[in-house]
């Protein structure tokens, strides 16, 4: 269960600190200040800036990358590499200059939303999920830097399983907070089940404001038309709505998980609730 946990965790943060707004990149320093792999231009470019012949190069996956930086597998040319180098710094040089956003708190990110049932995506072998009963399992979580800070960023991880192509580490869309990216991360596992016809669902967050709010709250807020019962509007009355929306005709048994923080923090055993 950690070993999962962590790794859509890893996911999740790596969507958090990509600057694009994409699906994020590794940069891996083979020769710098310091070797390993980095999630941010600004990291490695801490680590080769005038570092006396640097080798450094970006790659889609972590495990590229780590390769290159052990000198595993054949790289790329030297001039390939510096095509690179230029174009990663030209493109952040670019950045740089770009004025800030118009100023407001937790400024969306420029990506266009793409509602998560209208993402296209190839019927994946029922063989390859991880199952409980007759239940298919995924894990999702969501994290914020900086939450309720100004230029927050957040993102989401969906974790079907080792190397499953439908794994995800996304940024998320809209307002950057950490409950928004908790409730979208298993918006996003939910929404790829009904893609993949799958109709029994475990999902394993360790959000229990998500839990609570579609198994318990949401029927309440939509009887006192989207209002809390001390009256006020529901803070996040659009991400309830989507996430409402998207378990009608999904049989989902949400299971609160607790990740492991830290070394000697033993993982609690996780908590069962369902919509009924």
């Known amino acids: 269960m950690t070993r999962f946990l962590g790794a859509v965790r890893r996911v999740a943060l ?11 990149m590794f940069y891996a320093v083979r020769r710098g200040r310091k070797a390993g ?44 590499e510096d095509k690179l180098v230029a174009e990663s710094q030209a493109k ?37 999920f991880s199952y409980m009963g007759e239940y298919v399992v995924v894990y999702t979580d969501g994290c914020c830097c900086g939450n309720g800070r100004r230029r927050a960023r957040a993102g989401i991880g969906v974790y079907w399983g080792p190397g499953h192509p439908l794994n995800v580490g996304m ?21 790829q089940a009904r893609a993949q016809n799958i109709t029994k669902l475990a999902l394993y967050t360790d959000s229990m404001f998500t839990i609570n709010g579609i198994t318990s709250w949401v029927q309440g807020w939509k009887e006192n038309g989207w209002r809390t019962s001390a009256g006020k509007a529901v803070t996040n009355k659009e991400d309830f709505m989507e996430l409402d929306r998207l ?23 996780d908590q069962l609730v369902t919509n009924s």
């Open 14 to 24: 790596a969507a958090v600190r990509c600057r694009s707004g994409g699906l994020g």
């Open 171 to 191: 940024r998320l869309p809209g307002r950057q907070t950490n409950q928004r990216a908790e409730i979208h991360a298993a918006c996003k596992a939910i929404a």
């Open 247 to 269: 378990v009608q005709g999904v049989d989902v048994q949400w299971h609160r998980c607790y990740a492991q923080r830290s070394l000697g923090t033993p993982e609690q055993p």
């Open 37 to 80: 792999v980095f999630l941010t231009w600004d990291e490695c470019r801490a680590q080769v800036d005038r570092f006396p012949a640097a080798r450094f190069k970006k790659f889609a996956t972590e495990e590229e990358a780590w390769a290159f930086v052990r000198n595993s597998g054949s790289p790329a040319s030297k001039g390939q």
């Open 92 to 128: 952040a040089s670019k950045r740089s200059r770009e004025p800030p956003a118009d100023g407001e708190e937790n400024a969306e990110p420029r990506a266009k939303h793409v509602k998560p049932e209208e993402e296209a995506a190839p019927l994946v072998d029922k063989d390859t």
